[in-house]
Each structure stands twice: as C-alpha cells, then as structure tokens.
C-alpha cells in the first residue's frame, strides 16, 4: 500500500506547484523513516498548536499535513499541505495547498477542517528557517544534489 505525500507545503505568498507523477513522491507505508517522522510531528503538535494560537512575528506559514482517501482504493491516502491555519480549540481549519493528484474530491484553495490527532506533519518558518516539517525532512534527505538545491531554493529551506 503506497502512502502518497505532496512536495512541499505552499503558504499565501508562495505558488503551488500543478501536481503531476513526476512531483510527487510516493512511499510505502511501512518507510520506517516516513513512519518515525510522522510520529514525531504527532508527539510534538502540542507545540505547534501554541505557536499557531499566539504566533510570533517571526513565525509565518503555518501549515499541517493531512491524509485524504484516494480514488486508487485499497485504503490509499494522499498527504496534502494544508495552508492558511487556524484553530479553534477542536479542529484545524485551512485551505488545501496543492493540488491534489488523486484526490478528486478536492481541489486548491478548498476550505477543509480536521482533528489535529489526524495531522501527519506540521511546519511553519520562523525567521526564515523550517520548524517542524519532518516528513519534508526525510525527503530531502533522499534527493539528489540538484533536486536538493531546487528543493532548498523554493522552500528556502534551511535544515
């Protein structure tokens, strides 16, 4: 069973990239490396559910990964970014960042709402340096040297 994940989370002052096979990146579910990452975005949402209610100045992009059911079947799930956070004690709420691939009742910029105990990863920038972003983490790892630099350019990713 695969478990799809988008390229990268996209907030309001960025451009989504048009999802396509080619950049999306898929895994196995049992990836103990996907598998750690995202357990670590769970053990440390608390975290991030604080900073998103009262965020600094310096911290911007709020965005949370969440599983949708995908039209392939089998139980299949595409991870889509969700930008534009907010939370109401109970539920996130945002808009859908990507645009999904295999989702098809979904679409970019739609409104969706979820339990942060559903949340596979979270991440926001804090003077300009990713906090969070775990399952993003372990796919930079496995780029090559210029996916890796297009990665880092477009993310502004600083580990």
Known sequence: MLVIYSPWPVDSSRVAPKQSEENVTKTFLDDAEMIAAMADAQVSKAAFLRALAAPKPNQTGFSAKH????????????????????????????????????????????????????????????????????????????MNAEDGAEFDRQMQFKP
Not at 109 to 123: A, G, I, Q, R
């Open 67 to 142: 599983p949708f059911s995908t039209t392939k079947g089998d139980g299949q799930r595409e991870h889509i970014w969700i930008s534009q956070l907010t939370y109401d004690g109970t539920l996130l709420h945002g808009i859908v960042s990507n645009d999904p691939l295999y989702v098809s009742h979904l679409k970019i910029d739609d409104s969706v709402s979820f339990h942060p105990m559903e949340l596979t990863d979270w991440m926001y920038f804090e003077d300009g340096k990713v906090v969070g972003g775990y399952t993003i983490r372990v796919l930079r790892t496995r």
